[in-house]
């Protein structure tokens, strides 16, 4: 299994319109071999930004992989350079490999 995450630093006093953006957004992942499942987290907040991560899981590096290289993944990006004024800098990838 793998899990990819993107953590987000979301500048104070925008925690609820990031949070509506997600709940509202298309992601297409239904469409996509090898998803599993997909979750946005809440961390603290710190003195400018509150701090997520989107947490999806996959069967494998190589679907997900696919997924960024699929029409799903540009169909669910599509216009995300217009809610820039939400991120203290951009987001930051990660992935893992599950060690069984």
Do not use: C
């Not at 104070?12 to 946005?40: C, I």
């Not at 947490?55 to 799903?72: N, P």
Request: glycine share 8%; no cysteine.
């Amino acid at each position: 299994m793998y899990i990819a995450m993107n953590r987000f630093q979301i500048i104070k006093g925008y925690e609820d319109d990031f949070e509506q953006l997600w709940k509202n957004r298309e992601s297409y992942l239904d469409e996509v071999e090898g998803f599993l499942g997909f979750n946005l987290i809440k961390s603290k907040t710190y003195k400018d930004y509150t701090l997520y991560a989107s947490h999806s899981t996959w069967k494998s590096e190589e679907d997900f992989i696919s997924w960024t290289k699929s029409g799903a993944f540009r169909k669910a990006h599509q216009g995300a350079g217009t809610n820039k004024h939400l991120y203290l800098g951009s987001p930051q990838f990660e992935g893992f490999n599950v060690v069984q």
